[in-house]
């Protein structure tokens, strides 16, 4: 006699019994989930790693989730999806892609609604996750949907229970991943090193007050007057300058296009023309993966050095120089060039495995990102300080809701060295009604984001 098919609710069952194995009345599970999309069209084209965007796709998701007890709570969570960068493919054309990231998002959401398993949302990621990306192996493209492009397409609804599940119990989310809440230590979500450690001693309850921004030069935005192709009627800036002037800038995020290091190193030096007059000016460099070689951005570094040592020495990191795919790229390995500057990892930190590659290879940083999911965040903070790595939080153009999660990850993530905040320079419709409710965050003053106000209960966009 042959045995019954498995229902999902069985399957979730199952693969729950080695993952939740203590009961907590905090826990909570989920009644329901919903997604719905909005489109924004960029005020000025956005050019990075040789691709250039102007339209985004907003994902707005909300859960509604209930306790043991049943007392119930709404949960929000929104990102961009960002299919250009989460899954630039030579094969499948980029508005495939992001159909296909609609079509995961659809099959996401079912899947999580299904889901009535107890628990915290780190526990209920953990059981989600391998869902989600089952679920976009079984949709047929010419290539498989990349890993890091189902955490975009997955992190709002992991940033909805997170939401969700500090709104239940009027708490910040931040305050909601100590003992109390997550009993288990992080070596159930990480590995053997964290053994006795926890969660809540990587994560501070209260946000940090300030964070310098930095911001973005998009490997063709203008920097002089006389560069200026497109002027947008809106009366925001256009050239550096103009944002230098508006929003007291001091930390910028240089874009470069890669496979032309003369090219990159003119770039830098063109911007610290630019910027090099602000008091304290900062920079780092992020070449998403298009500089040729781990011995041409030595290069480039040192020449920019030799050209003007005053930029060099205003150089706090540099972004995923080479290939984001670590494993086929071994002989990249970063060891001169961390000498000299900090490099983080970013489109390749898709889980803690890549993060242990990346240290063996020589990255000595990671950027964390709101969009590759909350649960995901905090664990990859964790890991990052206790191998005492360079921190840093990136962005993915997020606006309204989405940058206000990045700016609490930002905000709550010990020794963090600012953020990236660039919907209000390429998207800026997007962030209408959210500035005049959390003004510290969508108005830049003095070059910094006032993160005080992130007090409220869940993520405490809504």
């Not at 659809?106 to 990306?133: F, M, Q, S, V």
């Not at 706090?316 to 795919?325: A, G, H, N, S």
């Not at 962005?395 to 989405?402: F, H, I, R, S, Y």
């Amino acid at each position: 006699m042959s045995n019954p098919k498995p229902t999902r609710r069985s399957l979730f069952a199952a693969a729950a019994a080695p993952l939740l194995t203590r009961t907590n009345p905090n826990d909570i599970r989920i009644l329901d989930a919903t997604a719905e999309e909005e489109y924004y069209s960029y005020r000025t084209p956005y050019m990075f790693g040789g691709h250039v965007v102007d339209q985004v796709t907003l994902v707005n998701v909300n859960v509604e989730v209930a306790n043991r007890a049943g007392k119930r709570a709404r949960g929000f969570g929104a990102m961009p999806m960002g299919n250009v960068w989460s899954w630039p493919s030579r094969r499948v054309d980029p508005d495939l892609t992001l159909d296909a990231m609609s079509a995961l998002s659809a099959g996401i959401c079912r899947i999580t609604a299904d889901c009535k398993e107890y628990g915290h949302p780190i526990e209920l990621n953990r059981l989600l996750e391998p869902e989600w990306l089952r679920a976009a192996q079984r949709l047929n493209y010419a290539e498989p949907i990349p890993k890091l492009c189902v955490l975009v397409t997955a992190s709002p609804f992991d940033a909805a229970l997170h939401d969700a599940y500090g709104k239940l119990h009027g708490l910040s989310a931040y305050q909601t991943y100590g003992r109390e809440f997550l009993a288990e230590d992080l070596a159930r979500y990480l590995n053997a090193d964290f053994k006795g450690l926890y969660l809540d001693q990587f994560v501070n309850p209260k946000p940090a007050p300030r964070l310098a921004v930095f911001h973005t030069v998009g490997a063709s935005d203008p920097l002089f007057p006389n560069q200026i192709q497109f002027q947008p009627r809106d009366g925001l800036p256009v050239t550096l300058g103009e944002w230098i002037v508006r929003d007291g800038l001091t930390h910028f995020k240089i874009k470069l296009n890669g496979g032309d290091p003369a090219g990159d190193r003119d770039r830098i030096l063109a911007v610290h023309a630019v910027a090099g007059a602000v008091r304290g000016a900062r920079y780092s460099l992020d070449f998403n993966e298009r500089c040729p070689s781990a011995s041409a951005l030595v290069d480039i570094l040192n020449e920019v050095r030799a050209a003007a040592p005053e930029c060099f020495e205003r150089l706090v990191y540099v972004e995923q120089p080479t290939k984001r795919d670590l494993a086929a790229d071994r002989q990249n390995v970063m060891h001169d060039a961390a000498k000299l500057c900090p490099v983080v990892i970013d489109e390749s930190l898709t889980g803690l495995d890549m993060l242990l590659l990346a240290r063996e290879m020589g990255y000595t940083g990671i950027a964390l990102k709101a969009c590759k999911g909350q649960s995901q965040a905090m664990l990859m903070a964790a890991a990052g300080q206790h191998y005492k790595m360079f921190l840093t939080v990136q962005d993915l153009t997020c606006p309204g809701a989405a940058l206000i999660h990045s700016a609490g990850i930002a905000a709550h993530v010990p020794g963090v060295a600012g953020i990236e905040a660039n919907a209000r320079q390429y998207v800026p419709a997007a962030n209408r009604g959210w500035a005049a409710r959390f003004p510290g965050i969508f108005t830049i003053r003095g070059g910094v984001m006032d993160t005080s106000s992130l007090t409220g209960p869940g993520l405490g966009a809504v």
